[in-house]
T-cell receptor, first 109, second 116 residues
Framework: GQNIDQPTEMTATEGAIVQINCTYQTSGFNGLFWYQQHAGEAPTFLSY??LDGLEEKGRFSSFLSRSKGYSYLLLKELQMKDSASYLC??????????WGAGTKLIIKP | GAVVSQHPSWVICKSGTSVKIECRSLDFQATTMFWYRQFPKQSLMLMATSNEGSKATYEQGVEKDKFLINHASLTLSTLTVTSAHPEDSSFYIC????????????FGPGTRLTVL
């Protein structure tokens, strides 16, 4: 079956770095997405990886290893506004997104 | 990036009434639109996939007759919750994918439905 695993909740300190891991199993693979979702709002796109390696975009970076079925989202210089849920989603061979349950990130001062 | 709008943003209705939610792609043509439901503190749950001009494909456990989906044009899809009940209260989110681009879904802002 198809499955996405990510931690339920993580806590980090303002100004620090946090890494949110995601493992996936899908029927075929057309890329791995990370979305940010604040409470009561729709998800917003953060990153897309389809090739192995690290993609850096400002304070956020995303890494993919296709052979391991593994990705992580790295957030640097954490700010209070980064408190949100981070959703990992893998696109299968039918171009459908398979969603993880999301990781709630709590930032403490 | 591409913009997707939803209307209404929130709605409160009485049990037994029907509610229609519109999803529009404002600056691109969306051959495929997705309808999600999200209960508090839970992840997105895909309800159905809608392709322009054809019947929607519903996920297992989603009642077709209760959640009517129409994707009549390349910029508009509607979800109608028929005979709504309190357990249908949820956050409904649509997303749209443009033709020829399989690699990103653009989300609408969501519609919060409360059924009394």
């Amino acid at each position: 079956g198809q499955n996405i695993d990510q931690p339920t909740e993580m806590t980090a300190t303002e100004g620090a770095i946090v890494q949110i891991n995601c493992t996936y199993q899908t029927s075929g693979f057309n890329g791995l997405f990370w979305y940010q979702q604040h409470a009561g709002e729709a998800p917003t796109f953060l990153s897309y990886n389809v090739l192995d390696g690290l993609e850096e975009k400002g304070r956020f970076s995303s890494f993919l290893s296709r052979s391991k079925g593994y990705s992580y989202l790295l957030l640097k210089e954490l700010q209070m506004k980064d408190s949100a849920s981070y959703l990992c989603a893998a696109m299968d061979s039918n171009y459908q997104l398979i969603w993880g349950a999301g990781t709630k990130l709590i930032i403490k001062p | 990036g591409a913009v997707v709008s939803q209307h209404p943003s929130w709605v409160i209705c009485k049990s037994g009434t029907s509610v229609k939610i519109e999803c529009r792609s404002l600056d691109f043509q969306a051959t495929t639109m997705f309808w999600y439901r999200q209960f508090p503190k839970q992840s997105l749950m895909l309800m159905a996939t809608s392709n322009e001009g054809s019947k929607a494909t519903y996920e297992q456990g989603v009642e077709k007759d209760k959640f009517l989906i129409n994707h009549a044009s390349l910029t508009l899809s509607t979800l109608t919750v028929t005979s709504a009940h309190p357990e249908d209260s949820s956050f409904y989110i649509c997303s749209a994918r443009s033709s020829g681009d399989h690699n990103e879904q653009f989300f609408g802002p969501g519609t919060r439905l409360t059924v009394l």
